[in-house]
């Protein structure tokens, strides 16, 4: 917010001093910070609703299938600007899981972002989804530098970065693995990380079947 009100201070107070290329680089960073700025508290936002929400337990039937096609649609662009495939791997006739449709589909815009950004360009990111003891199990691996074991457990701490210029120049805000976590705990599901240096990081997340899609045990 400093650089914003910094620069545009500058631009008023001495506007007759600068000239038209130096006012429109000033402009320029005063928008991209002002962006930034507005996906922080758009995150901040998005992490307080799902804290209000922490105690009811999300009851659509949501077909885990159907939010994985739109999120790879999603990030379609993102993954054409860094040269990379999204494969989609999902079972079939995966039951539903009980879940907020939209919080789903949060959980996987900022696992799929993260692979896009942080694996090798040019190589493929793969989601699945699969059946296992009556949960969905959901994974998101890319071929990337990885992430330090002493790193892994502090990830989902509100900006918490293993490299915050990088995460920070790549758009991110260092809040959507904490936005992940949240709505995974909301569900009743697990989320765990799995990296290993030089190779690439998986994302597991692990949702319970709704109860009617259950399979019946008499
Ligand atoms: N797939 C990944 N590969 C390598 N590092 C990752 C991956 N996903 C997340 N990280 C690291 O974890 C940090 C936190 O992720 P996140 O909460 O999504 O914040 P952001 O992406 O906005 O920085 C990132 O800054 C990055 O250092
Ligand atoms: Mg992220």
Known sequence: MSTVIGYAETLREQSADIDPETREAFLAIVHDEARRMQRVVEDLISLSRIEAEKFTTPTE???????????IESARRIAERRGS?????????????AADRGQILQVLDNLITNALRYGEPGTPVTVSAY???AMVHL????QGEGIAPEHIRRLTERFYRVDTSRSRSLGGTGLGLSIVKHIVERHRGRLNIESEL?????AHV?????????????
Do not use: F, H, K, W
Request: hydrophobic content about 50%; aromatic content about 0%.
């Open 139 to 142: 994974t998101i691996a890319d």
């Open 206 to 218: 692990l949702l319970p079947v709704a109860a009617a899609a259950e399979p019946s045990l008499s």
């Open 85 to 97: 495939q999204l494969v989609a791997r999902v079972a079939p006739e995966l039951p539903p899981v």
């Open 131 to 133: 059946l296992q003891d």
């Open 198 to 202: 030089g190779r690439g990081t998986t």
């Open 61 to 71: 039937a949501v077909d885990v299938g159907q939010m994985v096609e739109v999120s």
